[in-house]
Every structure is written in structure tokens, then in C-alpha cells.
């Protein structure tokens, strides 16, 4: 009977402890994935990382020994930084600031009346920054209300910020708010991108010597501005094309050719006297507003743009290049198309056949109102212009103007 008794009280001992055993194990792992959760979702897209509890602790687990594990963690490195000193907004000179987001759009579209004289970009490419790749976007609020936006554009393998967007609402502009908003940017990028020692952009006013003093032109552009109709865009083309048979120039024996390969363009751009031979502004191609140096790590960045690109191809070395941007939706007259070709060399014949070639690929997608921007080399404008005279649909919407090229240390 004793004997008994001891054995029964000896299995529920073991039971008992065995049980805690368990008990504490559970509640171990349950520690752990609840600290985990608390880490950016985007942590785990990359790798999942299992990590083991501190044996040294009383309770079995140490949180402070995770999380130097996670910021030595050379993956985490970057998102750690994020989650740890990133605040959700910042407040500075009365304004609050804020990383934009895709339900800001509507208050953006409210202080973006006659930006860029009706080109504005924005309203068709807002919800796409929103999830570009290198892409910055910073809102500034006074109270409630949206006042200013600015953007930047990480590029050259992270070296280069390329600032883009800018916009004040319009009771507010004159008042120096971009000065402030650009300043904040400024500080955020060095801040959140050390590796950043450039700030580009590109303009299409000559602002003056005083506020170009800041700066480093490295080059200017020519641009020929179109305006024309759906209805008489095919007879424009059409009458380029005569002309280009009348004056023999269809027959030169420099051909343009499409370029569609990746490798074949790389090949092409990374020639290594490509920049002097087409003389490319500031050793860089412009694609719609955006400088690029002719590195590999932006290949990335001209491919997401479905660019449509014609080459020189009479063998050799080129003398000529082009591209342009598919036609996309501006607000310019209660809602038109935007075209843009950019044309890099100096042969007439060939900035001629460049441009045909161009509008002709795109003649079938044009509806309604379109507005052509051609930017060039100084040397080519009086002759695209001329060439492209004498059409009663399709005519010169803006005299001479020019794209500005600028840089500045950051």
C-alpha cells in the first residue's frame, strides 16, 4: 500500500514536470514571433530567418541579444535603420512633413492648377511613383491642407538624386515654400541615402544668373513644341515623309534602325566615345526630364519606360540616336496627349528621318489633342522647324525654348 502510494506520487512528479517543460517551451516561441511580428512586414519578403532564444536569461529568452542580432544582420541592415529611426512625420518651419502616400493623390492634383503650363506629368504618373523602385515622394502640409510636394530620383547606382514634381499650392507660391520644402528634401536624402553626393535636375525656364549661381549648368537643349489634332495628325506625317522623298534624304545611306535588345543597346550606349560623338548633354541622355549617366545600374531605370529607341545603323560607329516616350494623358486644355522624342547628334538628315520615324510609330494612338515636345542639340532647331512648317492641322505651339541641364553637390 505505501509502496504504491510513493510510486503514484513519483509519476505525477514526472508528469508535472514534464508538462512545465513543455509549457515553457511554447511560451518561449510564442515570445519570439510576437517580437518578430513587430519588424517591417518586408523583412520576411527576402528571407526568413529563424532565430534561436538566449540560453543566459532567466526566463529563456533575452529580446535585447534578438535584436543585436538583427542589426548586425548585414540583410537587415538597411530595413533595421528604417524601423528604428524613421518617424512617420516631421515638423519644421510650421509645416509638417510627410512621406506621400496614393491617398494623398487628390489633395496633390488640388494644388497643381497650370503646373508646367498644362504638361504636367503628375496626374498619370502619381500612383506609379508611389511604388518606384529608388523613388522618394515628401508632401508638406500646413495643418490639414497639402501646400507644396517635392520627389527625388535615386540613380547612378544610388549616387545621384535626380529632383523632380516640385509644386506649391498657388496661395502659397511666391511666399518661399519651395526653398523650404527643397531644403527638407535635401536633408532627408542625405540623411536616409549617405552614399548620395549629387543633386541633378532639369528645367525649362532660364531662372536667372542669381539662382543658377547655386548651380552647375552642364548643358542646354533645344525643344521644338507641336500642337496638333488627331484628325490632322496622319496628313502631318504623311507630308514629312513626301518631304523627306522630294529632297532624297529617304535614300541616304544611313539608315536608322530600331533597337529592341537589351544586350544590342548596352552594347551601343557603353561605346566609349559615344558621349563625344553624339555629343550628349553633360555626357548624359535626358529621357523625358531625367538625366542619366551612361552606367549599367541604369539600364534598369530606361527599361521601365518602354522606350521605343532608333539608332544610327549604317555600321561603324553612330552618329546618331533617338528615342521617345509612349504618348500619355496631361491636363493641358481639359485633357490632351503629351509626346516626347529626344534626339541625340548633329546630322540634319538623320534628326529628320529620326523625327518621321518617330511620330509615324505612333500616329494610330493618338486621339484628341497632342502636344509634341522634340528636344535636340542646339544645331538641329531651325531645321526641324522649318521641316516641320507648312501643315494647317499641326503647328509650332511655343517659339525657341530650352531645357536646362543642372547639378549641384548635395
Known amino acids: 500500500m505505501i509502496i504504491g502510494t510513493i510510486l503514484s506520487l513519483f509519476i505525477l512528479t514526472i508528469l508535472f514536470y514534464l508538462c512545465r517543460k513543455t509549457s515553457c517551451r ?81 489633395d496633390v492634383m488640388a494644388i497643381s492648377q497650370d503646373i508646367y503650363g498644362g504638361n504636367d506629368y503628375l496626374p498619370h504618373r502619381y500612383h506609379y511613383w508611389m511604388t518606384e523602385p529608388g523613388r522618394v515622394v515628401i508632401i508638406a502640409r500646413r495643418g490639414k ?25 498657388p496661395k502659397e507660391r511666391g511666399w518661399g515654400l519651395s526653398g523650404v520644402i527643397l531644403r527638407f528634401v535635401d536633408g532627408y536624402i542625405k540623411k536616409v541615402y549617405p552614399n548620395v553626393k549629387t543633386k541633378r535636375l532639369t528645367r525649362g525656364d532660364d531662372p536667372g544668373p542669381e539662382k543658377l549661381r547655386k548651380f552647375t549648368l552642364l548643358a542646354r537643349r533645344s525643344v521644338l513644341s507641336l500642337l496638333g489634332d488627331s484628325e490632322g495628325f496622319n496628313s502631318f506625317v504623311s507630308g514629312l515623309q513626301e518631304k523627306l522623298v522630294v529632297s532624297d534624304e529617304t535614300n541616304s545611306s544611313r539608315p536608322l534602325v530600331p533597337v529592341k535588345d537589351l544586350d ?31 552606367m549599367e545600374s541604369n539600364l534598369h531605370i530606361l527599361a521601365r519606360r518602354n522606350l521605343t529607341w532608333f539608332v544610327d545603323g549604317s555600321g561603324g560607329k553612330p552618329l546618331f540616336m533617338s528615342f521617345h516616350t509612349p504618348p500619355y494623358p496631361i491636363p493641358y486644355n481639359g485633357g490632351s496627349l503629351c509626346f516626347n522624342i529626344d534626339l541625340y547628334g548633329m546630322e540634319t538628315t538623320l534628326a529628320k528621318k529620326a523625327l518621321t520615324t518617330h511620330l509615324n510609330s505612333v500616329k494610330s494612338e493618338i486621339q484628341g489633342l497632342v502636344l509634341v515636345h522634340i528636344y535636340m542639340h542646339q544645331t538641329l532647331w531651325k531645321d526641324l522647324k522649318q521641316f516641320c512648317e507648312g501643315h494647317d492641322t499641326v503647328k509650332q505651339s511655343k517659339n525657341f525654348w530650352e531645357q536646362l541641364f543642372l547639378e549641384k553637390e548635395l
Open 264 to 294: 544590342a543597346l548596352k552594347a551601343f550606349l557603353f561605346d566609349s566615345d559615344l558621349s563625344s560623338r553624339l555629343q550628349l548633354p553633360g555626357g548624359a541622355i535626358i529621357q523625358d526630364w531625367e538625366p542619366l549617366k551612361l
Open 145 to 169: 491642407k497639402l501646400v507644396a510636394l517635392e520627389s527625388g530620383l535615386l540613380v547612378d547606382g544610388g549616387e545621384t538624386v535626380i529632383a523632380e514634381g516640385l509644386r506649391v499650392c
Open 26 to 106: 511554447r511560451r518561449k516561441s510564442f515570445e519570439i514571433r510576437t517580437h518578430l511580428t513587430d519588424l517591417p512586414a518586408e523583412t520576411f519578403a527576402e528571407e526568413s530567418v529563424d532565430v534561436p532564444a538566449s540560453q543566459n536569461s532567466p526566463n529563456g529568452f533575452d529580446r535585447s541579444k534578438l535584436y543585436a542580432k538583427i542589426k548586425k544582420d548585414l540583410l537587415y541592415g538597411r530595413l533595421w535603420k528604417s524601423y528604428q529611426g524613421q518617424p512617420k512625420s516631421w515638423t519644421q518651419d510650421g509645416l509638417t512633413f510627410y512621406l506621400a502616400k496614393p491617398e494623398d493623390y487628390d
